[in-house]
């Protein structure tokens, strides 16, 4: 009896260091919010997971993937477009934000339409203008390859590919996209140090930005306004589209500032292009909204004080997240048959 | 899950080795819960060329799929017995996913069977889910995330729609747009349970000039909701 506990402890121990190594919550880090003991990450689920985010067999014209609009090289956000391009060249809705600690949020997109990760990647496989496909296709895209069958073999071992093992693979690999290892964290950690002004905008970002933009994650979670106004062309009323309470209009999910000096352009819409723009606005250009709480009304600060602000901003860069080679393009997807690309 | 499902081998021989080991007769399908979807006591089955005449209107039904879960029986207001991972898809055009088998014990009395209409809010936000869950049957809303309870589609004269096609599309499983609904029926205690859904009742609640096509969470799902709700009835014994 007091073997098979020992064993059973070990067993364990194995295990859970074993998933350690596919997934670290990073020191000072909360816990993550994605229950993992209903898709416990492993490295061939997460390899497959990967392939299928750098693959256009996702789209119906087999030409965009989900990498198309998250690139690696922008923090898996979409380079330079204000709102995204999809299939066809067809022009989005919203500005594609970028992909990174996603273990930590239990709402997805600017409004929170999806409400588990593992469901994310059925929205843009579907919509007419980003990858203009079914899951039910893609299924059968897949099955047909020589490729996939053996990776979803080796991953879940079962050759026939279904819904559930599809999203749940595409839900591993983004789990696994964490950014912790910025200046900022070196400076938490004791390992850097901060300049004056450095110094001076993390001060000035604790005072003014915290309560939306919260560390370590740099978002509350929550639904905000931060009192842009409405572009009157998208009409996109924001958290309300989903909740239908008159309170959420014009409300979106915070965005992390995490890796923000590569996730231009910025806000829902991509309205600004700069983090000077950026500034202007929350000193100069907050609309007042009656159903808000914060930010009532524009931050007074100097020219400097919002430099300063943008110097701490930049210390947010993770170069080894986005330099990762286990998160960039996988080789086993130059192995498929090159009629079936 | 659904009798029409494969059930995979380890399960199947964990199964018969559960019942030696405990001498009962714990036999898959030990009980049927079949559902009827019927107009004018007609089974419904969709197509593009049945038409349905209801007060004047003419209707064809192209699309009739359901979830049931959470499938139990009572006794005297205690649940006496409850299905495991208790989740159907029913689809009106396979008669086999319209049979239920449920491996009740032997000597279950009751006198209540009770299901829910729709999944509930627990299982939606705990990730993908397989087999009758998977989103690839095309009852899950992709950009809003959510399962769609009950789906019937098809063409009416009454429809506001160019090409008078309707789409009710009723889902939504949050406070206060939810539409998950749990219904109770006195039965007698027996090894087949016929249950009628009759369809021709619920059409009059479907407002097909102001609302032909209903696909996200909202009141008037909830409405639609409550009168599913009251659709269902016992045909045997």
Redesign the interface.
């Known amino acids: 009896m007091r073997k098979q506990i020992a064993f059973l402890f070990l067993l364990s121990f194995l295990l859970l260091s074993y998933q350690a190594d596919l997934f670290q919550t990073p020191a000072g880090f909360p816990k993550p919010v994605y229950d993992f003991t209903k898709n416990p990450l492993d490295s061939a689920k997460i390899e497959l997971g990967r392939a299928l985010f750098y693959d256009p067999i996702l789209s119906h014209n087999l030409k965009i993937s989900c990498a198309s609009c998250h690139s690696p090289y922008n923090a898996f956000a979409h380079v330079d477009h204000a709102l995204s391009h999809g299939i066809d060249d067809r022009i989005g809705k919203r500005n594609a934000p970028a992909l990174f600690n996603l273990a930590w949020h239990n709402r997805f997109m600017w409004d929170g339409a999806i409400h588990h990760l593992d469901v994310q990647a059925l929205a843009p496989m579907s919509h007419p203008d980003e990858m203009g496909d079914t899951l039910a296709h893609v299924i059968a895209k897949l099955q047909a390859t020589t490729l996939y069958p053996s990776l979803y073999e080796k991953a879940f071992g079962d050759r026939n590919i279904t819904g559930e093992h599809t999203l749940k693979a595409i839900a591993q690999f983004l789990l696994t996209l964490v950014s912790a290892n910025s200046k900022y964290d070196s400076v938490l950690r004791h390992q850097a140090t901060f300049t004056d002004q450095e110094n001076n905008g993390y001060k000035l970002f604790q005072q003014h930005c915290s309560s939306c933009h919260t560390e370590p994650l740099f978002t509350n979670g929550e639904f905000e306004s931060n009192g842009l106004p409405p572009d009157t062309f998208l009409q996109d009323k924001g958290r309300m589209a989903i909740t239908h309470r008159k309170e959420d209009s014009l409300r979106f999910k915070v965005p992390s500032l995490r890796n923000i000096e590569f996730t231009f352009p910025y806000m829902h819409d991509g309205r600004f292009k700069q983090l000077r723009e950026v500034l202007q606005h929350y000193s100069g250009g907050i609309q007042t909204d009656v159903h808000r709480d914060k930010l009532q009304r524009s931050i007074p600060l100097k020219d400097n004080e919002k430099v300063d602000i943008i110097a701490f901003l930049l210390t947010l860069s993770d170069r080894s997240f986005m330099f990762n080679p286990k998160f960039a393009y996988p080789k086993i997807l130059f192995q498929k048959d090159p009629q079936e690309k | 899950m659904a009798f029409h499902s494969i059930i995979s081998a380890h399960r199947l021989r964990f199964k018969m080795l559960l019942c030696l080991l405990l001498g009962y007769g714990l036999q898959s399908g030990a009980m049927i819960l079949q559902f009827h979807p019927r107009f004018h006591q007609q089974t419904v089955l969709p197509n593009d060329s049945t038409r349905y005449i209801l007060q004047g209107d003419t209707l064809m039904i192209q699309s009739l799929k359901w979830y049931i879960s959470s499938v139990c029986f009572l006794k005297q207001g205690h649940v006496v017995w409850q299905e495991d991972n208790s989740y159907h898809l029913l689809d009106a055009t396979k008669p086999t996913s319209l049979i239920l088998a449920l491996n009740t014990p032997d000597a279950l009395s009751f006198d209540q069977v009770q299901f829910v209409l729709g999944i509930d809010s627990s299982t939606?936000?705990?990730?993908?889910?397989?087999v009758d869950?998977?989103?690839?049957?095309?009852m899950?809303w992709?950009?809003?995330?959510?399962y769609i309870h009950f789906k019937m589609e098809g063409i009416s004269n009454r429809s506001s729609e160019r090409d008078h096609s309707f789409q009710y599309h009723v889902g939504g499983y949050q406070y206060p747009?939810n539409t998950v609904q749990t219904i109770n029926l006195p039965v007698m205690n027996a090894k087949h349970l016929q249950l009628a859904m009759d369809i021709d009742e619920l059409l009059p609640s479907m407002d097909m000039k102001a609302h032909p096509h209903i696909m996200s969470p909202?009141v008037e799902a909830v409405r639609l909701s409550e009168k599913i709700k009251s659709i269902f009835k016992v045909l045997t014994p």
């Open positions: 939606q936000s705990g990730g993908v889910m397989g869950l998977d989103p690839v049957q095309g899950y992709t950009w809003q995330s959510g747009e909202g």
